[in-house]
């Protein structure tokens, strides 16, 4: 099975570099020493700090290999290919909610970075599924779970 191409910012690629990072060099100590202080307490078998420490230690192994795999099929989009006179990853996308007549301004960003309290949506959701490849002006449709949306692109910057 072929793995899915990751897009990422430079940025986004840079932060979780900087995790893995952090990850291997910091976490991973800190981890093997919680297991260590916890076998001096003795009977491994109800040994809950022991415990907590190797599920842990899962969860940071797991998540090491989790950021080597978005890494290693990252794809970076390069900021100096972006249009802006199209809705492209990376770029922000200033919309007008015509049910609402709310402005809101979007950067659209690959799965791995999206988040919605930082204003950045994800190219795979549903609002930026259909606002990619629109131009200014455009109004586009969205199913939401609360039935539709119209936003209209009112202006994309690089």
Known sequence: MAEREIVLSPEGKKN???ELNYLKLVRRREVAERIKAAREFGDLSENSEYEDAKNEQAFVEGRILSLEKILRHARVINDGVKN????TVGCKVTVRDLDRDEISEYTIVGAHEADPSKKKISMDSPVGRALLGQKRGAVVTV???????????????A
Not at 84 to 87: K, L, N, S
Not at 143 to 157: H, R
């Open 16 to 18: 979780l570099e900087e």
């Open 84 to 87: 802006p006179e199209v809705v």
């Open 143 to 157: 199913v939401v779970p609360a039935g539709t949306s119209k936003y209209e692109v009112l202006e994309i910057t």
